[in-house]
């Protein structure tokens, strides 16, 4: 996941230089590598599940919590990376990774699911209510806008299929539409600073 959680697009550059020889043998040469890369994805299935509740939180007990949630959230945010440099290459997802892809986004939406149950059904140090909300509804805007990726698949295909029939529309490759208006650098940089004061360490946003 790259520096403020961004998702790559399909450039312009690639519907205008697509009908080059050069370009095409790029964009096969792109697709064999990334073809390679798709056969080597393991998608990690340790997501946070607590079955605490009705309990008065301890600060060490919810940062161990926050720290293995937001690192869940970063290993299967890699897999994600992997699935769209794959398919902004022009790879066709075969059933399996089809398959893959939606067992990705939904350990996401467990990850996400569980957590929210878990601060909301437990009572959270007054110290970190309000950062402890703001982290929750970053990581849960961040998502609801990966789901769409999944959503978006069949329409790259056919938007695929166009271009190597000679068919280039530009609307076939505007897969994502913007950010929810919470998931932004403003909003990454307090979550960051939280974090390294409470000495919480993840990878979410090393990517």
Do not use: W
């Amino acid at each position: 996941m790259k520096k403020g959680c961004t998702i790559c697009f399909v450039g312009l550059g690639l519907l205008f230089s697509a009908c080059s020889q050069d370009s095409e043998t790029h964009l096969a040469n792109n697709e064999i590598e990334e073809r390679i890369h798709l056969e080597e994805i393991v998608v990690p299935t340790d997501i946070f599940i607590s079955d605490t509740v009705a309990t008065e939180l301890t600060e060490d007990e919810l940062n161990a919590s926050i720290e293995f949630y937001l690192n869940a959230c970063g290993d299967l945010y890699a897999v994600m990376d992997q699935f769209e440099n794959a398919t902004d290459s022009g790879v066709l997802l075969t059933e399996e990774e089809t398959k893959l892809l939606a067992e990705t986004l939904t350990l996401l939406y467990d990850n996400d699911k569980n957590f929210s149950a878990y601060i909301g059904e437990n009572t959270v140090p007054a110290s970190y209510e309000e950062n402890v909300e703001l982290i929750q509804q970053y990581v849960t805007g961040l998502n609801q806008f990966l789901y769409h990726f999944d959503e978006k698949i069949g329409r790259f295909e056919d938007a695929v299929e166009n271009l190597i029939g000679g068919v280039i529309r530009l609307e076939d490759f505007m897969l994502v539409g913007d950010l929810p208006s919470n998931v932004n650098g403003k909003a990454q940089q307090k979550i960051e600073n939280f974090l390294k004061e409470k000495g919480i360490s993840t990878h979410l946003f090393d990517q």
